[in-house]
Structure formats: C-alpha cells, structure tokens
Nanobody, 125 residues
Framework: EVQFVESGGGVVPAGGSLRLSCSAPGFTFGADAVGWFRQTPGKEREGVLCIDPKYDYQYYHNSVAGRFTFSEDIGRSTLYLDMYDLEPEDTGSYYC??????????????????WGKGTLVTVSS
C-alpha cells in the first residue's frame, strides 16, 4: 500500500518561497496523474496543481497560477511543488495525491488510503 510522505513546509513571510517534496518508499509515479492538494481549517481539501503526463495536461488553481510550479525527479520517484511569492492565503496543509479527474476548473483527488500527513505551510503577513 502506497503511503505518501510530504515535507518542506514551514513558516515564511509574505513574498517568500518554499519547495515542497512528496515521495513514497520504493514507489515511482510512472504515468499516474498526480497533484498537490491544500486543506485549511473548516474547508475541504482542494486541488492546487495537478498534472496528467499521459496527456501533457496541467491544472492550476487560479490563486496560484504564475506563482507555483510542478516538477519531479528523473525517475519520477519524488514530486516537487515550488512556491514563489507566497501570500497569507496560501496558508494550509499541503498533500500530494493521485488525481481522479481534472478539467479547467477543478482537480479532484482519487479515493484511497495513500494520503500522508501533509506538510504545513504558514505564510505570515
């Protein structure tokens, strides 16, 4: 059973940058559609940036377009989320996950027990 591990979160001032990482021991993502999801207290987890390599398609939440980028290592064993020009509204716990479906307006996570503990990003104003 895959269990993701996220890391890289922290407390940064507005305008700062962070790089989040996601991996699972012994697992490579292959051609899986994957994404980064964010959850804040009282809200459902939402897709922030998702990618489907089979179709070379990416989804960006409109609040992060132009500021967040997705990358991965050559073996596709580690995913990264590079976050620039952070804003207080970016605060939340970030998770990586498999994508069930995405379109121009949303990215939906696949069901499963793969969710990690996430990594907390706090952006101070």
């Amino acid at each position: 059973e895959v269990q993701f591990v996220e890391s890289g979160g922290g407390v940064v001032p507005a305008g700062g940058s962070l790089r989040l990482s996601c991996s699972a021991p012994g697992f490579t993502f292959g051609a899986d559609a994957v994404g980064w999801f964010r959850q804040t207290p009282g809200k459902e987890r939402e897709g922030v940036l998702c990618i489907d390599p089979k179709y070379d398609y990416q989804y960006y939440h409109n609040s992060v377009a132009g500021r967040f980028t997705f990358s991965e290592d050559i073996g596709r064993s580690t995913l990264y989320l590079d976050m620039y020009d952070l804003e207080p509204e970016d605060t939340g716990s970030y998770y990586c996950g498999f994508v069930w479906r995405m379109d121009g307006s949303s990215c939906y996570a696949a069901d499963g027990n793969y969710w990690g503990k996430g990594t907390l990003v706090t952006v101070s104003s």
